[in-house]
């Protein structure tokens, strides 16, 4: 399991954090090395949780915005609601229409660029 690496100054304030919680809410004091543990083992718990559920976060917000700006889904999830398992395929039909709507409009654009300079010749 891939656990969250922290900046030393973040895990040292954690650490403290940890300990003050021990002696505020249980009366016990906890050595640094013991608070240094646990919080080792809550991020290796917390991590994969939290990082997952901020990439369903994303997920949904990338499908709002592009569903508001009329461009229609982006990837399919395989199931939906509850998010749990995310399917890595991407729905490429956006993408190819975007494509051949470009080289439409590339064709059109030549064509009123070849109409414009033959005006310009003919005057």
């Avoid at 954090?17 to 543990?37: N, S």
């Avoid at 809550?42 to 499908?63: F, G, H, K, W, Y």
């Amino acid at each position: 399991m891939h656990t969250t690496k922290l900046p030393k100054e973040q895990k040292k304030q954690l650490i403290g954090e940890l300990q003050h919680y021990f002696l505020m809410e249980r009366d016990e004091e906890l050595g640094e090395l013991p608070a240094e543990l646990m919080l080792d083992f809550m991020l290796s718990l917390l991590s994969p949780v939290i990082r997952n559920q901020a990439v369903e976060d994303a997920v949904r917000t990338v499908r709002e915005r592009m569903g508001a700006a009329g461009g229609g889904p982006v990837f399919s999830s395989a199931s939906e609601p509850d998010g749990a398992e995310m399917n890595s395929g991407w729905d490429m039909a956006p993408l190819e229409r975007t494509a051949a709507e470009k080289e439409a409009k590339r064709k059109k654009n030549r064509s009123g660029k070849r109409i414009a300079a033959e005006k310009l010749q003919k005057n």
